[in-house]
């Protein structure tokens, strides 16, 4: 019962960004204009600068507007259920993009087309278990989440957690926000060094405050690299450039290039496809094995 | 006939130290923060290391810098939202520059105009919210409220909303430089907070400041320019807020225009109320706002120390400004 | 005796007038933009955008109007964002019990705040700033706590998520019912009650009221709770509408509120104030964000995030140098 | 004489009932006051009876105002007794002082600029209906109430727009119509005129009839025998004695207040504010048919130097408008021309008048004179600092040797050149404001009601200071209400009427009784 899609040459597409202000989002906003222009798209573009409730409220001038499919990367898992519903009601079919919403009240392949994205909990695993190899399950942790309460913090922190919680050598002394920031970042570091300086790992939700440790580190006089080893995720080019620099050990991908496989998807959702619920965007690890290989492509 | 009162004015301290004293016994802010550092040393590891210190200390300097503009604006009866827009402005605004080809083939002429411009726009942003108060006369909060908006837009419209990175030692010292072992921006915070508190002491300026913070008509008829006195106020908290934009960027070798000063209106007010500037206007402790941030500084410190969660941060905040207000206004009272 | 009846006008004494012609100003700004828009974009006045766009800025509406009572006593409410966050959380962990029993806890969650305010307000003697800018990150924080950081969950089975997605006589969405509700009660209050008529007397010189023997305190009181409450009530609509109590959301709501109010022509000073232009003023913000999605809609010209900043910022700047600029040359004709 | 401590003290129970003693409503003993340390009262008594006018006298600061605020809630006393109608009583606030049936109307006037008159008399006891305000009983009232005083306004208007002698009835009206047992008026004239005073002064007379005690503070001694009954002198917080008005003269008053023997005083003789007639026919400023947009229509007058010209008018006669205009305060001049030395001058600020010679002291000193938080000090040279001053900074020794030199000369009543001027009595809050004026030594000051609130031995010094500043050449514009104090100190006087200049007095011409004539015209 979702709304189908007629074959169009030209659609009106509507994408509904959360924020932008971080280069993540940015490279993602960008992805998808690029790919307006590639896949015949009139895009509206819309930006609830970091509130779910506008989000919604975007969401429901573009069914206004008129448009034929709109993508969502929901701010928060709950609070963007409404969007989800009433686009369906109206006929206007939803895919959600690198965000979900909560499983228990809406569903893919009823109430939304698909999920497209990564699994952040997985991202946080993957750290972890990269972690785990080179360390032999021994470290002294510090954390710095993101932004308190959002869903790559909550998650990233949980895969990572669960999996380090199984190796009795390893330690997390001290988790705190840093906001997806690198200033908070480094300013958190420079503290957290100061209560527990003989951590060795700095796990880091995204690479932003990954390169404020490695800033807090070369001021307080340590090596980073060295006396401590540094995960993120994202994938970031700065972060790139510190792994071939040797100050990084490695950052697990979350990729923000969204466009080609939406317009791909989009595609097959109106040749009349059955959309399979999650589009798995494949993650990939970068270390200083691939690091130099991926840098020019980074954002 | 009135003697016995003029006997009474020789009461008032008149030596320079003896005010001091009198000032330290009386300042709750002054008790507020000694107890916070007896807190830290009794239960904070590693709190008494010089390291301890300098790590405060650039983190503070930011913080302190703003809050010193953030209190003369107060003190002309005032608010300023838009120090932080301004400040990721400043810091967008030089790396352009000294990051532009112009300056490739002159660094050292390119990285002082990249500080100089950058500071300059700042200034003239301020400038701009002093114009609009003064001479349009529309209230501070909504003055200031439209480059708190569209500050920080102007600053990602420039660069795209991109990172800047750079790698310019010279101008990355304003940010990690060390002087003595002084972290430079802690220096730059003093200097600045000590020369800006003589003025306001000393000069008429300072006075004048005072005087329309108090009562703009009757100091208008005294013939107290009000309104150039309140531009200049504004212009130099816009200056104040673009070098700490500056210092920002600095260290973090990136300029940010998104992050950077995020939330510092609310940092800056608060150290420059429990610093005891009077919301009234009136009042301009400028030591007292590097008191006050300082405090607030020292308190986030603690609490990060210590394993406090954000959430709880923000409240212990909440109760520590009530807090350091009311003790104040108990201490002032009496 | 006809001296003394002789009646001489004072400029700038008209306020009464002055309020009415800013409210006309802000009816005016509504007409043109609404126009405008309406000959520009097809859909902008169907049924669903006109729909949807009302109960979305229902929750803005309704912290505007307890903001312009707040603001009418000459105080401010920094508070009401963080308000709507924390009634929000509270209300969503107590949903499955019904609308019925989670409309009274939102309410009695912003009473809550609220009367702390008035306490610290009127009993500590702490000014309004300061007092509602700790609760902002105390509420702030106290919802980050209640929620562990998350957003939460609400019950679906129970009838509370009818509230915010719901619809009267399945056309009215009941948020808008609500905030016709109370704003007519609000306008009621201001305008055929005596506390309305002595919160402007406070507005207008709070001291005169003390000695004219009102009590000030207990109408203070009166103020704060309800704009606590109102924000409370924002946040029963923000859970029950989304369908998630959320401790992150209602950032910068109080700096729309407080935009809203001054929009619609009351002062911040105090003492004068109309609630139908607030609602003007919340309902003409409002727009400008409708706009500029229909704006980027056309595909003509596609606005980013940044400068759609910097086009809010420009749009308020307008608004408020044209008022400033009615409210001169008033002045200077009387 | 009758020593205060002997007044007899009204005790229900060994008081021996007279017949037609009238009873006794209030009293008050033993009542101290501290500000911060300070002293502003110290054993403090009153005794107030039923259908008696009873006037408190005293110097600036001599805590009449601070009584009648601790008496009324306003402030909480530190020790003392107050009986209110044979019960001991303390009211937490005004607001209670009023339900129990005493009323207050203030020194300053303390209204709701914003709003109608109506609002400003109902406020706090609106008539309503199904808990609704009802407007038009409330109109009705407001109208019944200022009927009393001979008042018909348009009650639905802000009060700010009407000017500030009917402002000042209002709160009279507001504070009679409560149904009071005791009503204080703290310097109920200071803003009124001749005709406004005779109608309060009936009004008073009215209240007495129908047994109203009113408390009454005045430094308008003369008022006194028009209407009080007793006298209450106070000088550095006691109440130094008490007496019917038949039992005392003015002199007697004056030294009471004071504390000297009366045989000294009139000695002494009265302050010379008379004019020595030393002024020159230099002419020094002029004004040719100035029009503005408020309350200035034609004025027109020559100023000559070391003169001192008087500016005689009621209230809204645009005196204050002519001050404003030539100082740049408002910049709403249609036509007009004033020159200055015979070179036209126009100050679009005030600075520019400043720089040229001029000093303006205004009528309101709350709003345009004091700056609440800043010092006596600050709040003293604030005109003077750009000529203290090198590159921008003050000479702070130089500052304070000036601060204590007038404090002195004015015999300003101050703990310390640090206290804020806000501590100060509204008296002393004047004298800060003259001396702020004085001490820039201008070429021409222009005063606007310059001893309003001034008690009578520093009017007499104020006044000699103008005349001995005029004298040796300072050149003064005076505003007052008080047409003796013109008649008396002026050397000529220029009568305002309806914003136009409509006569000039000098010499025998200037009597109080033509200026009377000239406004009646
Ligand atoms: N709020 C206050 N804080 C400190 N001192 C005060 C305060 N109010 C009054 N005083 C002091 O108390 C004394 C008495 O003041 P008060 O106002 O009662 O005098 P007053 O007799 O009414 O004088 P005036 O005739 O000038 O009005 C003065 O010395 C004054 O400085
Ligand atoms: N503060 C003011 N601002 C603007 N206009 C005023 C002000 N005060 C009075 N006016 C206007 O100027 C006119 C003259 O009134 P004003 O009260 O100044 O007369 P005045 O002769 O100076 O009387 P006084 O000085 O005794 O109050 C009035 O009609 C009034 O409308
Ligand atoms: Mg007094
Ligand atoms: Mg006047």
């Known amino acids: 019962d979702l709304p189908t899609l007629e074959k169009k040459d030209r659609y009106k597409v509507g994408f509904a960004q959360t924020e932008s202000n971080n280069p993540w989002r940015i490279a993602e906003t960008k992805s998808f204009k690029d790919t307006a222009k590639s896949c015949n798209w009139d895009l509206v573009y819309t930006d609830a600068a970091g509130s779910a409730a506008k989000q919604v409220s975007d969401v429901d001038s573009m069914i206004a507007q008129g448009v034929d499919v709109i993508f969502l990367p929901p701010r928060e898992e709950r609070p963007l259920l409404p969007a989800v519903l009433r686009a369906k009601a109206q006929g206007v079919p939803v895919f959600l993009v690198d965000r979900s919403v909560d499983e228990k009240v809406a569903k893919a392949g009823r109430d939304y087309v698909t999920f497209l994205g990564s699994n952040f909990i997985e991202q946080g695993q993957i750290a972890a278990q990269w972690l785990i190899e080179k360390t032999g399950g021994k470290g002294l942790i510090l954390e710095l989440e993101g932004t308190t309460g959002s869903s790559p913090a909550n998650d990233r922190r949980k895969g990572f957690d669960d999996e380090v919680a199984k190796h009795p050598g390893m330690k997390i002394l001290a988790s705190q926000s840093g906001d997806f920031a690198r200033d908070k970042g480094r300013k958190v570091t420079e503290t957290l060094l100061q209560t527990y300086p003989n951590a060795n790992v700095i796990y880091a939700h995204n690479d932003e405050m990954a390169i404020g440790a490695i800033q807090a580190l070369e001021a307080a006089g340590k090596v980073p690299g060295k006396d401590v080893l540094i995960v993120s995720v994202d994938g970031t080019r700065d972060a790139l450039q510190a792994i071939i620099d040797g100050k990084m050990g490695v950052t697990v991908e979350s990729s923000p290039f969204f466009g080609p496989l939406a317009c791909k998807t989009m595609k097959r959702y109106a040749n009349g496809e059955k959309i399979e619920p999650w589009v798995r965007v494949k993650d990939r690890v970068f270390t200083i094995d691939n690091a130099a290989k991926y840098i020019d492509d980074a954002y | 006939m009135n003697t016995s009162i003029f006997e009474e004015q020789r009461k008032v301290p008149r030596t320079l130290s003896a005010r001091a004293l009198s000032q330290v016994k009386n300042n709750g802010a002054l008790w507020a923060f000694f107890l916070l550092l007896l807190i830290n040393i009794l239960i904070t590891p590693n709190f008494l290391q010089i390291q301890t210190l300098y790590v405060n200390l650039t983190q503070v300097a930011t913080v302190a810098i703003v809050a010193i503009g953030m209190t003369l604006v107060i003190a002309s009866g005032g608010i300023d939202l838009s120090v932080g827009a301004l400040m990721a402005l400043a810091g967008t605004i030089a790396p352009m520059i000294f990051l532009s080809d112009f300056a490739a083939s002159s660094p050292a002429l390119g990285l002082f105009l990249a500080i100089v411009v950058a500071i300059a726009v700042a200034g003239l942003a301020g400038l701009f919210n002093g114009y609009l108060i003064s001479v349009y006369k529309i209230q501070p909060i909504i003055a200031t409220l439209i480059l708190f908006i569209s500050g920080r837009g102007i600053a990602q419209v420039l660069t795209n909303g991109e990172l800047q990175t750079f790698d310019n030692p010279s101008f990355e010292f304003i940010g990690t430089g060390r002087i003595f072992g002084v972290p430079v921006q802690a220096i730059i915070a003093i200097v600045l907070a000590l020369s800006i508190a003589w003025v306001i002491k000393r000069s008429i300026y300072g006075r004048f400041l005072l005087a329309v913070g108090g009562n703009e008509k009757a100091a208008e008829l005294a013939g107290v320019p009000a309104k150039k006195i309140k531009m200049i106020t504004y212009m130099v908290c816009g200056l104040l807020a673009g070098i700490a934009g500056l210092i920002s960027t600095a260290i973090n070798s990136a300029s940010d225009a998104n992050q950077t000063g995020q939330l510092m209106e609310l940092d800056a007010i608060s150290a420059a109320i429990v610093g005891g500037v009077l919301l009234t206007g009136g009042k301009a402790p400028i030591l007292g706002a590097v008191l006050g941030a300082a405090i607030i500084q020292l308190v986030g410190y603690t609490l990060l120390a210590n394993g406090v969660h954000d959430a709880v941060a923000m409240v212990a905040k909440a109760v520590i400004i009530i807090v350091a207000v009311y003790l104040q206004q108990v201490k002032g009272a009496k | 005796m006809n001296i003394l009846s002789m009646v001489s006008n004072l400029p700038g004494m008209k306020r009464k007038a002055h309020a009415s012609r800013q409210a006309e100003g802000v009816l005016i700004a509504l007409a043109v933009i609404i126009l405008f828009a309406s000959l520009r974009y097809d859909a902008f006045l169907s049924e669903y955008n006109i729909m949807t766009f009302l109960a979305y800025n229902s929750m803005f509406i309704l912290i505007g109007l307890g903001m312009c009572f707040v603001i009418m006593t000459g105080g401010i409410d920094l508070s009401v964002g963080s308000v709507v966050a924390l009634s929000s959380v509270v209300v969503a962990k107590v949903s499955e019990y019904g609308i019925e029993v989670a409309l009274p806890v939102g309410i009695l969650v912003g009473v809550t705040t609220g009367t702390i305010n008035a306490f610290v307000i009127t009993k500590l003697k702490i000014v309004p700033f300061i007092a509602t800018l700790a609760m902002m990150l105390g509420a702030r924080g106290m919802a980050l706590v209640i929620s562990g950081n998350q957003s939460v969950d609400v019950s679906w089975e129970s009838n509370f998520t009818q509230f915010g997605l719901g619809k009267m006589f399945g056309f009215i969405p009941w948020p808008v019912v609500t905030m016709l509700v109370a704003f007519a009660f609000c306008w009621l209050l201001l305008e055929k009650f005596a506390f309305g008529r002595h919160v402007l007397a406070i507005g207008g010189n709070e001291e005169a009221s003390k000695l004219m023997g009102l009590e000030v305190n207990r109408t203070l009181f009166g103020v704060y709770v309800l704009s606590g409450a109102l924000a409370g009530l924002s946040g029963v609509m923000l859970a029950s509408g989304f369908g998630a109590g959320q401790p992150l959301e209602g950032l910068g709501w109080e700096l729309s509120a407080i935009a809203a109010v001054v929009v619609g022509g009351t002062l911040l000073t105090g003492g004068l104030g109309s609630i139908t232009s607030t609602l003007l003023g919340a309902i003409l913000l409002g727009l400008i964000f409708n706009i500029l999605n229909f704006e980027n809609g056309l595909g003509t010209i596609s606005f980013s995030a940044y400068w759609q900043s910097v086009i809010r910022g420009g749009f308020l700047l307008v608004v408020v140098v044209i008022q400033a600029k009615m409210m001169n040359r008033k002045k200077a004709n009387s | ?357 001029f000093g303006f002291c205004s009528e309101d000193r709350k709003e345009d004179g004091i700056i609440p938080q800043l010092s006596v000090r600050e709040n003293l040279t604030l005109v003077l600092l750009p000529r203290i001053a090198k590159y921008g900074l003050i000479d702070e020794e130089k500052e304070r040797q000036l601060v204590d030199d007038f404090i002195r000369r004015l015999g300003i009543k101050t703990a310390s050149m640090e206290q804020p001027i806000s501590q100060l009595s509204g008296g002393n809050q004047q004298k800060v404001l003259l001396a702020r004026w004085l001490v820039t030594n201008p070429n021409v000051l222009i005063l606007d009601e310059p001893t309003r609130g001034i008690d009578v031995g520093a009017k007499g010094e104020i006044q000699a200071l103008i005349r001995r500043l005029a004298d040796d050449g300072l050149t003064v514009l005076m505003i007052s209400s008080e047409f003796e104090e013109l008649v008396e100190g002026a050397d000529r006087v220029i009568v305002l009427q309806d914003g136009h200049s409509i006569q000039e007095l000098a010499n025998e011409q200037l009597t109080e009784n033509a200026i009377m004539k000239a406004i009646a015209q």
Not at chain 4, 37 to 53: I, Q, W
């Open chain 4, 1 to 357: 004489m009758t020593n205060v401590d002997s007044i007899d003290v009204p005790n229900a129970d060994h008081k021996p009932a007279q017949r037609n003693e009238p009873e006794v409503v209030l009293s008050m003993q033993g009542i101290h006051k501290r500000f911060a340390g300070v002293p502003a009262l110290t054993n403090a008594k009153l005794v107030l009876k039923a259908g008696e006018v009873h006037a408190i006298i005293g110097q600036n600061g001599a805590g009449k105002s601070t009584l009648i605020k601790v008496l009324n809630g306003a402030y909480k006393l530190d020790e003392g007794e107050i009986h209110f109608m044979g019960e001991a009583v303390s009211y937490a606030s005004p607001h209670h002082a009023q339900m129990a049936g005493i009323s207050t109307i203030f020194q300053e006037v303390n209204l709701i600029a914003y709003r109608s008159v109506t609002e400003n008399i109902c406020l706090g006891h609106e008539p309503k209906r199904f808990g609704m305000v009802d407007w038009r009983r409330a109109h009705a009232h407001a109208r019944e109430t200022l009927a009393r005083f001979g008042l018909e306004l348009d009650v639905g208007r802000p009060l700010g727009s009407f000017n500030i002698a009917i402002q000042q009835l209002v709160a009279i009206a507001r504070a009679v119509a409560l149904d009071a047992k005791v009503v204080i008026m703290d310097e109920p004239t200071s803003s009124l005129d001749e005709k406004e005073k005779a109608v309060l002064f009936r009004v008073i007379k009215e209240l007495k009839a129908s047994g109203v005690a009113i408390l009454y503070v005045s430094h308008h001694l003369d008022e006194l025998f028009q209407i009080c009954d007793q006298i209450t002198v106070m000088r550095d917080g006691k109440t130094v004695e008490q007496r019917p008005i038949g039992a005392m003269s003015k002199l007697d008053m004056v030294a009471a207040m004071l504390g000297k023997d009366p045989e000294e005083i009139a000695k002494g003789g009265a302050t010379n504010f008379a004019s020595t007639g030393q002024t020159s026919d230099e002419v020094l400023f002029s004004v040719k048919n100035l029009k503005g947009a408020a309350g200035l229509n034609d004025v027109s007058f020559d100023l000559y130097k070391s003169e001192i010209l008087g500016l005689a008018g009621l209230l809204g006669a645009g005196r204050s408008e002519v001050a404003r205009a030539i100082f740049g305060l408002d910049h709403d001049l249609k036509s007009g021309k004033m020159t200055l030395s015979g070179q036209g001058v126009d100050f679009n600020h005030p600075s520019r008048a400043i720089a040229a010679g």
